[in-house]
């Protein structure tokens, strides 16, 4: 059947590409009696590059400017998803240098906010995953799209690689409505362009303008 078709037809989702953006959120799995989900979430972050080809598409995620003392990508991965000719099944590529810095445990370590890396507390999430056939991020639709099942984090981080724009109601509801309704999970960006740093702080200013009237 293929790991996306298997997870769209299991959660009822609209499309391959749906599934890939929940795939890579992690916790996600079809048989939570036996096991978490997040096998495939910390196995990408392990090696350089991580693809898998299913189905339609083809995603691949590449290690990006290491950092010298945990070799940790500090957020810099590159993300890529293609088109591909339908194939059955599912086939993954891994590759790892002999030489890779990285740790077991400095993967696990960057995915927690406590302290010893006991739990699976932070995520990041490419935000143009939640962009289908060349469409702007421009809806409140395509917002709660992009933020389904964040509640299970502590802490969330939205990578603007490849985004070059994004309106004003797909911010606000991120960073204010969806913000406002999770307290408890920690919201931040990384790679994005100056105006749409300038769009999350206005919208994020109308929040912090209605606790000061409260």
Request: no cysteine.
């Amino acid at each position: 059947m293929g790991i996306f078709n298997k997870l769209k037809n299991e959660f009822g989702m609209q499309d391959s590409r749906h599934a890939l953006l929940e795939l890579v959120k992690g916790k996600l799995t079809t048989r939570p009696e036996s096991h978490t989900g997040e096998g495939i979430f910390y196995t990408s972050g392990m090696v350089d590059r991580f693809s898998i080809i299913s189905g339609s598409l083809f995603y691949r995620r590449s290690r990006q400017n290491r950092s010298s003392q945990t070799g940790e990508s500090n957020g810099n991965w590159l993300v890529e998803v293609e088109d591909f000719k339908d194939v059955s099944g599912t086939t993954v590529f891994m590759e790892i240098h002999p030489k890779a810095p990285q740790t077991v445990q400095s993967v696990f370590d960057l995915h927690a906010n406590d302290a010893g890396g006991l739990g699976f507390n932070l995520t990041q999430v490419p935000v143009k995953l939640a962009r289908y056939d060349g469409e702007q991020l421009v809806s409140r639709s395509q917002s709660r799209r992009l933020t389904a099942r964040l509640d299970r984090f502590k802490e969330v981080v939205f990578d603007f690689q490849d985004v070059v724009t994004i309106g004003q109601s797909f911010a606000d509801e991120v960073f204010r409505v969806y913000a406002g309704r999770h307290p408890e999970t920690r919201l931040s960006w990384i790679n994005s362009q100056p105006k749409i740093t300038q769009m999350i702080q206005r919208v994020r200013s109308n929040t912090l303008a209605q606790m000061t009237t409260a």
